[in-house]
């Protein structure tokens, strides 16, 4: 006859109190059914829920004694008594999870399904670097608590505009997750969303002069061009790094920007003072012939992807502090409504979405109002950077009209 486990009341000294026999031995706790400690010969200790489930007997292992105190484990023999109740499979469930994707496997599905239609998706890729933590997690394993925690790193060593955007990449992620058939709760529901205000920052005329001296001075030729151009054209980081000699009149002093590297998703033609042009004809004559890229660079695309150090040396040299790269795009946009320039053009040239309405879709901004904006803007732009007095003598710029 088989003999019958021994029932006690579990304690954390009871059950650090058992010793190891001979044979592996099991004890039952009284005050909750199916909850037991399995001891081996060497002294290990585990616990286990045990229930017999639609005729059959399932043991599902918890824990180790060591790792988890009995009201703990109580409260996860819980979680099966209640499956039970609802005619669960304890069993069927922990294989579920243990064929669940992780949190990167989820991340290299979304990658191949989203990523070559998606023109952000190297601003994915950066952001779920802050994720990295959790990657090898099945996705059921990540609670709330464990967003929090990372977005509350994030917030303290990058700020709330870096946790809000890394918050919205992880609870798409978890979205795209259920959109394919996997049964969860999304953990980042209900996690601190910061509140941002929208941002004004743009360089002053006292430190534009600072600025624009400080490129100026540096050694970097290439730097030099990128930032110049940043600030005379007013486009994204983004899109000067993925400029195409395809796409550039030089000579016509005009950039067609295609559809793919426009945030809108939209194609821009956008004129080119004389003052940028001047820049670009300066690079083409020192580019390869077979050369694609304005700005090559040692990245997998083969494009420039910005530069962060050189950005910090600049600011270090003209003394300027709390300026990005994009507060370039906001100071063009500035000082071309300061040259009087009016709002649909200054939206059209940064290739904003325009507002609803007939009106908006049949007044489009001619090429000759377009040119003769960037061409006040560029030189009201230089003339500030001289303290509002003459127009700085930018080289080149006679031989790009």
């Known amino acids: 006859m088989r003999r019958q486990p021994e029932r ?7 059950l650090k109190a058992l010793k190891p026999r001979a044979a592996r031995y099991t004890v039952q706790d009284v005050k909750t059914p ?3 400690v399995q001891v081996t010969p060497n002294g290990a200790k585990s616990y286990y829920y045990t229930k017999k489930v639609k005729g059959r007997f399932e043991r599902v292992r918890i824990a180790s004694v060591a790792e988890l105190a009995v009201e703990k484990a109580r409260t ?10 609802e005619g669960r ?7 579920a999870v243990r064929a669940e994707m992780t949190l990167d496997q989820l991340w290299k599905l979304y990658a191949e399904q989203r990523g070559p239609a998606k023109r952000s998706f190297n601003t994915d890729e950066r952001r779920y670097k802050h994720l990295a933590c959790l990657a090898t997690r099945k996705l059921s394993s990540i609670a709330q608590e464990d967003v929090n925690r990372l977005l509350d790193s994030i917030t303290a060593t990058s700020g709330k505009g870096a946790a809000n955007r890394v918050r919205a990449l992880a609870r798409m992620l978890f979205n795209f997750a259920r959109g394919r058939g996997v049964k ?9 969303h910061h509140k941002e205000t929208a941002k004004t920052r743009y360089l002053s005329p006292e430190e534009l002069g600072r600025f624009l001296a400080a490129v100026d001075a540096d050694g970097d030729a290439d730097l030099q061009d990128y930032l110049r151009l940043l600030l005379f054209t007013g486009v994204r980081r983004g899109t000067l790094c993925r400029a195409r000699w395809a796409d550039l009149d030089v000579p016509g002093r005009l950039w067609r920007i295609p559809a793919e590297y426009m945030k809108a998703g939209r194609p821009l033609e956008i004129p080119l003072a004389p003052e940028a042009a001047a820049i670009f004809a300066e690079r083409q004559r020192l580019a390869a012939p077979d050369a694609v890229w304005v700005f090559p660079g040692r990245t997998p695309t083969g494009h420039r992807a910005g530069s962060r150090v050189g950005w910090l040396r600049i600011l270090a040299r003209a003394e300027i502090a709390g300026v990005t790269e994009h507060d370039l795009r906001r100071s063009f946009a500035t000082y071309a409504l300061e040259a009087r320039v009016q709002w649909p053009i200054i939206a059209a040239l940064l290739g904003h979405t325009k507002p609803a309405g007939a009106t908006a879709i049949y007044a489009q901004p001619t090429m000759p109002e377009l040119r003769a904006a960037v061409e006040v803007t560029v030189t009201r732009i230089l003339t500030v950077a001289m303290g509002g007095g003459t127009v700085i003598a930018f080289p080149g710029a006679e031989a790009a009209k």
Do not use: C
């Open 34 to 36: 199916g909850l037991s």
């Open 76 to 85: 996860r023999a819980g979680v099966y008594i209640g499956a039970v109740s």
């Open 184 to 192: 969860l709760v999304n953990p980042v529901i209900g996690t601190t």
């Open 8 to 14: 006690i009341v579990f304690t954390d000294a009871r």
């Open 89 to 95: 499979s304890p069993s069927e469930e922990r294989r």
